[in-house]
């Protein structure tokens, strides 16, 4: 019973407007566990998407569910100080859009990541395949859902690919070279690194992608690029941090932890 029950759970998290809607609310996510650690007082907000976000978020429909990228509304014009953005966005009932020229910069960073010609792809190794292995594996599960216990409190995830018993998780960045100091002090990789491997019991690796076209010597286009596999150093660090979080959940829960008290008080050194 448990087991039927647990996959039409995860079935119903497989579509995005359930995972990120009401259903998908009962279960806690590292997303969650990023705005208990960082930014407290606005758990519990609605998260206001950026245009990185959006970006980021346009990337990985076009490597991964490259069939939804007309769910995406393209404002027809090169920037958003324009007056046809605003327009465009009202229209639309629209927070936030991507501007045209903005969808064909990722675009154009999609189709040299995915080229069977990417040279950074075919000659890098993750375990002991080339990365290029891994991206156009036919049969890779890909933006795929899963539930996992954390001391007594339900997390969901979705793994962006998994192949060859092995998550890969696409990130996309302004500064490729500063990726791993990213991930130690100012943010919620490590905890997604641990989240996740609790939920799918596999290896977790980082794949990271440069938003800044570069051109070599002779004129090639590239983008920079990280690999980075998730260390038993990371993956402790990220479980303390969530085990941290998931207290500060339970005082939420409890009553017993008040946001609206809250102040920065430190000793500064």
Not at 199 to 219: H, W
């Amino acid at each position: 019973m448990e087991n039927k029950k647990r996959e039409q759970q995860l079935k119903k998290l497989s579509d995005n407007k359930h995972y990120y809607g009401k259903f998908g609310k009962q279960f806690l996510s590292n997303s969650d566990v990023y705005t208990l650690l960082y930014d407290e007082e606005q758990y519990g907000c609605k998260r206001k998407e950026t245009d990185k976000m959006l970006k980021g978020r346009y990337f990985h429909t076009l490597v991964l569910e490259p069939k939804l990228k007309d769910t995406f509304l393209i404002a027809p014009c090169p920037t958003r100080r324009q007056k046809v953005y605003t327009e465009f966005i009202n229209e639309n009932g629209l927070e936030i859009a991507l501007t045209q020229s903005e969808a064909e910069a990722v675009e154009e960073q999609v189709e040299w990541f995915l080229s069977k010609d990417n040279e950074k792809l075919h000659n890098n190794m993750i375990s002991d395949r080339s990365i290029a292995d891994f991206i156009h594996d036919k049969k890779a599960l890909k933006e795929q859902p899963g539930i996992e216990e954390i001391d007594g409190i339900e997390f969901k995830g979705k793994a962006d690919m998994i192949s060859n018993d092995i998550i890969l998780d696409f990130k996309t960045t302004e500064n490729v070279r500063r990726f791993p100091q990213a991930v130690k002090y100012d943010s919620s990789y490590d905890t997604q690194a641990y989240i996740y491997q609790q939920i799918f019991k596999l290896p977790f690796v980082f794949v990271v992608v440069g938003n800044t076209q570069k051109k070599y010597a002779d004129g090639t286009k590239y983008y920079e690029i990280g690999i980075h596999a998730a260390t038993d150093e990371v993956i402790l660090r990220g479980k303390n941090k969530t085990m941290e979080a998931i207290k500060r959940y339970k005082a939420h829960m409890d009553g017993t932890r008040n946001v609206k008290q809250f102040i920065y008080n430190t000793i500064l050194t």
